[in-house]
């Protein structure tokens, strides 16, 4: 009996402090995430115009767009352009950035990329490490961007091989 009372208090201490761990460790995720979303991720995007997994959170939309984008690993978008131009503020992980005709340019935290008016181009993450932008579409309501083909599986492992 003695020695079946001992078990069970034995069990139920490793239960009572594996849940406290646990907790614990949400409550520091739950911290992690909040420190690091400086703005809203947004809801995650069809495939039409990207692919993988790629949120958005569209954060001021009057003239110029501004939104918040991220992509997971290899998440990217399709080829496209800005007819206005547009400007990206890297404020998360590591990416990839490639204008048509160009060697494809690694992209980081703290980065700003100036992309001219109807430069065909796309964006996106590495293949191991996700990216978060602010993308500035200047005069987006007038002149909306115009989507391309997909970048392939091939064609992104081809570019990101030159790296
Ligand atoms: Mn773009």
């Not at 490490?129 to 309501?141: G, K, R």
Request: with cysteine; proline share 4%; net charge neutral.
């Amino acid at each position: 009996m003695k020695k079946t009372s001992a078990i069970t208090l034995g069990i139920l201490t490793l239960l009572i402090f594996s849940c406290q761990e646990k907790s614990f460790q949400n409550k520091e995720n739950q911290l992690a995430e909040k420190q690091e979303m400086l703005f809203p991720k947004g809801e995650k995007v069809p495939n039409d115009k990207f692919t993988g997994t790629v949120y958005q959170s569209i954060l001021s939309d009057e003239g110029t767009r501004v939104s918040n984008v991220t992509f997971e690993p290899n998440g990217r978008t399709n080829w496209h352009n800005h007819p206005g131009g547009q400007t990206l503020l890297v404020t998360d992980g590591v990416g990839y950035h490639q204008e048509e005709g160009k060697p494809v340019q690694k992209i980081k935290k703290g980065d700003i990329i100036k992309i001219g008016k109807n430069v065909k181009h796309w964006h996106g993450g590495t293949d191991v490490e996700s990216m978060t932008h602010i993308a500035v579409s200047i005069d987006h309501e007038k002149n909306p961007s115009q989507w391309f083909e997909a970048v392939s599986d091939e064609e992104f492992k081809n570019e990101i091989s030159k790296k």
